[in-house]
Nanobody
Framework: QVQLVESGGGLVQVGGSLRLSCEVSTRPGSRHAVAWYRQAPGKEREFVAHISWGGANTRYGDSVKGRFTISRDLAKKTVYLQMNGLKPEDTAVYYC??????????????WGQGTQVTVSS
């Protein structure tokens, strides 16, 4: 079982920054890669980034490469998404996700409740 709780969303102006957090609760000894997805109104859910359990492997969606950075603090059991250079098209609900794998997230089976990010122009 994996429980994911996002925080850090809000309203920001174009070009601004936000840092999202995902607190990850798991069974002792289990190891999970974690991903961020987002969904804008009327659009399909979109992959944003993922990070392996140890943090060595990361991957980003094309629309956020060079602007967003995913990281994790194992001691704090938290995964972060640093978002810089925000654009109006980044407006969405951002979700933290995981499955049973530790290297990368294949098909998420665990989801957080989401946090709203709104970028105003």
């Amino acid at each position: 079982q994996v429980q994911l709780v996002e925080s850090g969303g809000g309203l920001v102006q174009v070009g601004g920054s936000l840092r999202l957090s995902c607190e990850v609760s798991t069974r002792p000894g289990s190891r999970h890669a974690v991903a961020w997805y987002r969904q804008a109104p009327g659009k399909e859910r979109e992959f944003v980034a993922h990070i392996s359990w140890g943090g060595a492997n990361t991957r980003y969606g094309d629309s956020v490469k060079g602007r967003f950075t995913i990281s994790r603090d194992l001691a704090k059991k938290t995964v972060y998404l640093q978002m810089n250079g925000l654009k109006p098209e980044d407006t969405a609900v951002y979700y933290c996700a995981a499955d049973q794998y530790s290297d990368y997230v294949r098909r998420p089976s665990y989801w957080g409740q989401g946090t709203q990010v709104t970028v105003s122009s």
